[in-house]
């Protein structure tokens, strides 16, 4: 009986360590330094902030770029241009110094970059509010305006998207997915009058077959692919007429995943030591922008208020 009486007590004792034990545990995996102040474990926690880390860690970036000059483009199995000089400058002071390209129609951007195709992309892209709900923009590298390519002669005498708009006979080539779409309907233009293409050389061809009478875009874009051209059927209208529309100037930026706030915001505190020191002036200049009239340096136009339309 004895025997039995001390056995149970035992059993008891043992039971009451264990549940003792337990209650240890608990406190320690709900309290202890490996967790945060939401009782999250950080291995269970949100990872959305580690892509710089990562980035950093492999110094390697995967870029998405249109073959677009002197924006972005590749040559020689070199990606060059503008906004890419400038990218490299920002990411090699955050420690990334490898860039991996990859081309990609200048509609297919976003989607990619929403995809989880690329970390960045590096385009000279316009920021504007519609893009700017599927991508978070960089601050402004650069800003731009628009330039206009016809036939030979300018036979229609087209100086502008108004005189566009003016003959509906009148038809015009764009890349699909640039913001010359919609500034050409906000000018009066048909949508029927638009066609659209996939790239710059593709808009070329239209005007030279006659299957469209104008191409549009970014001024420098234009002028430097008709440069590069060679061709001896088109013309770059030298007296066009900007539009007074909003979105011109259009101001060109890299653009990152929504999630992806920590890189943006590095990248943009990099960016903003780059223009300080003069290093951004220098890369415009050295792709045939002007430092004068293409440079974004008033503090007071950022890419939060040209999202929000405050600045159009």
Known sequence: ?????????????????????SSDDDSANSDGGDSDESGESAESGDTSDSVLAELQEAGTVTVGFANEKPYAYQEDGELKGAAVD??????????IDEMESQLADFGQLIPGLKAGKFDVITAGMAINPDRCENAAFGEPEMQYGEG????????????????????????VSVMAGATENEFLKSEGVDPSQIQSAPDIPATFS???????DATTGTEMTIKMALESAGSDQLE???????????????????????????????????????????????????NGFSAESNSVNDPEITAEKICSGEIK
């Open 206 to 212: 239209a005007v030279e077959s006659g299957r469209a």
């Open 148 to 171: 206009l390519i016809v036939q030979k002669g300018n036979p229609l005498g087209l100086e502008s998207y108004t005189d566009i708009a003016d003959n509906p006979d009148v038809t």
């Open 236 to 286: 770059f209208v030298e007296s066009f007429e900007q539009p007074d529309i909003d979105g011109v100037p259009s101001y060109g930026a890299a653009a990152f995943h929504l999630d992806n706030d920590e890189l943006r915001e590095a990248y943009n505190e990099k960016l903003a030591e780059l223009k300080e020191d003069g290093t951004v002036d220098e890369m415009l200049e050295k």
């Open 1 to 21: 009986m004895k025997k039995l009486l001390l056995t149970t007590v035992l059993l008891f004792a043992l039971i009451a360590l264990a549940a003792c034990g």
């Open 86 to 95: 400038i990218a490299k400058a920002v990411f090699a002071e955050l420690g």
